[in-house]
């Protein structure tokens, strides 16, 4: 051992050797300070990281209530509003449907509407409704027969399609929701 402290002493003298260990020395002192910085660091990033994880947590009940209390008033909803769309099933044919019920029909959607049925609907559905609607309008407005009249065969076809189009847009909407949490 004392060769490799002589060879050291002769080739680097005493001030390498005095520059070595100070060298060493800071290298050390300044990786423990890097540590105890990043430590630090790492345990502020660490509750950062905790608080938004909560954040999101909590953003996420909430939407979920949202969205849980949506689907249930479209439930609602959409219930009342099938069952205003059977005055004109597909089987069996109803026979007694004149052009004032289907007047009325269109009256009863309206109040649906207003009263708060159409706050809840999505795009998709509206497009449906408003289809449905507009139909009625174009057969009543060219009517040119009495209104106690039985409507014809191809009115009774075309606004019941609508009726479809209506419905299975309301059930896709509800499918495509997220399902009630059973209790």
Known sequence: MSEIVQTILTTFGVVGIVIALLIIVVFFIGSRAFESWLKRYEARFERAENR??????????????????????????YTALWKITRLLPLYPKATDVTYARLKQMSETLRDWYFDGGGLFMTRAA???????????????????Q??????????????????????????????????????
């Open 52 to 77: 938004l994880e909560e954040q999101f947590r909590s953003a996420l009940t909430v939407n979920t209530q949202i969205d849980l209390d949506l689907r249930q008033r479209r439930v609602n909803d």
């Open 126 to 144: 509206k497009d449906s409704y408003f289809a449905l609607q507009q139909t009625i309008k174009l057969i009543l407005d060219q009517l040119s």
């Open 146 to 183: 009495d209104m106690t009249d039985i409507i014809s065969d191809k009115d009774y076809m075309d606004v019941r399609d609508k009726c479809s189009a209506l419905r299975t847009a309301l059930t896709q909407e509800l499918i495509v929701t997220k399902p009630l949490p059973e209790d």
